[in-house]
């Protein structure tokens, strides 16, 4: 019989690590985009989940997790997001999918760029199993 597991949120605890390592930089780190976001704002750097592809249980999720910077300036975009990147990937339990894929939002006038990476998180055991 195999161990009851929870999986943590890798949307969430990716959030939480990007926070720390642009911690040194002038932009916002949110799941989603705040709702008051304007291209006078700080850049924000949104992190998504995109899906769970893959499962090794009881052990291990692989999360495609996506990061996108909206920023004033396709410069000002690509360079905080290419940071983020690198950042991120030094983390030994990330790898890379996609590169920067620079874009616009024509609602809101932003610049962005985004990339996607593989997230995999231990699972953990439930009291009881």
Not at 21 to 43: F, M, N
Not at 73 to 83: E, N, P, W
Not at 109 to 125: E, K
Request: proline letters at 8%; one cysteine or more.
């Amino acid at each position: 019989m195999k161990p009851t597991v929870f999986y943590p949120d890798a949307e969430d605890t990716t959030c939480d690590r990007l926070d720390l390592l642009l911690a040194d930089e002038d932009c916002t780190v949110g799941i989603g985009k705040p709702t008051d976001w304007t291209t006078a704002s700080a850049p924000h750097v949104q992190v998504n989940l995109d899906g769970t592809p893959r499962i090794e249980h009881p052990v291990v999720a692989y999360s495609t997790i996506r990061v996108t910077v909206w920023a004033y300036g396709t410069t000002a975009a690509k360079t905080l997001a290419a940071t983020a990147m690198g950042l991120l990937l030094a983390e030994p339990y990330v790898s890379p999918l996609t590169g920067l894929l620079p874009a616009s939002d024509k609602a809101s006038g932003a610049d962005l760029a985004s990339f996607t990476c593989r997230v995999a998180t231990r699972s953990q055991p439930l009291a009881g199993s």
